[in-house]
């Protein structure tokens, strides 16, 4: 999505939370750099299947705790296989 707008990936995020109802998005920044980038997301125009396309992804995402990365990738190891990502 961020390649057919042309922009980086975390300014479609910013773009998509900006758009939430009862959101209130506070990105920080450590340059001015960064302020730049994060303030051109708001010029982002998703459209409605776009901007339901990132709630349902978010939606459907489901974390996965820290003890189980670290279990996956001694069992990786001893396997000799590469850690997944």
């Known amino acids: ?16 939370l900006l758009g939430l109802p009862q959101v209130v998005v506070i990105p920080g920044a ?5 302020l730049e980038f994060n303030v051109a997301a708001a010029e982002i125009d998703l459209d409605p299947a776009a901007h ?7 939606r459907a995402f489901a974390p996965v705790g820290g003890l189980r990365t670290a ?13 997944p990502r």
């Open 1 to 16: 999505m961020a390649g057919s707008h042309g922009v980086e990936p975390a300014q479609v995020a910013l773009a998509w």
């Open 30 to 34: 450590s340059s001015v750099e960064q």
């Open 52 to 58: 339901q396309a990132l709630t349902d992804a978010a």
């Open 71 to 83: 279990t996956d990738a001694v069992r990786a190891r001893l396997r000799r296989e590469p850690a």
